[in-house]
């Protein structure tokens, strides 16, 4: 009675464990899409400013500006 009670209760921590982690998966790879795609927008908007920075000192150089 003990070893099927201890048995069982092995069983159900096992099971809680599983719920909790698959959650805590899902939860860091949804992280992870979310901080590649905002370190791409912030790469892209670096790589932006970078190129009008460019061209107005391109425009500043030629006289225009």
């Known amino acids: 009675s ?3 009670l201890l048995s069982c209760k092995v069983s159900i921590e096992k099971s809680a464990a599983r719920h909790i982690g ?3 998966y899902v939860i860091f790879f949804f992280s992870l899409a ?3 795609i ?3 927008f912030l ?3 670096y790589l932006i400013i ?3 920075g460019v061209v107005v ?3 500043n150089l030629l ?3």
């Open 22 to 24: 698959a959650p805590l």
């Open 50 to 52: 970078k190129c009008l």
């Open 43 to 45: 790469t892209f908007g």
């Open 34 to 36: 979310v901080f590649r």
């Open 38 to 40: 905002l370190s791409l």
């Open 63 to 65: 006289g225009v500006l």
């Open 57 to 59: 000192f391109e425009l």
């Open 2 to 4: 003990c070893h099927s």
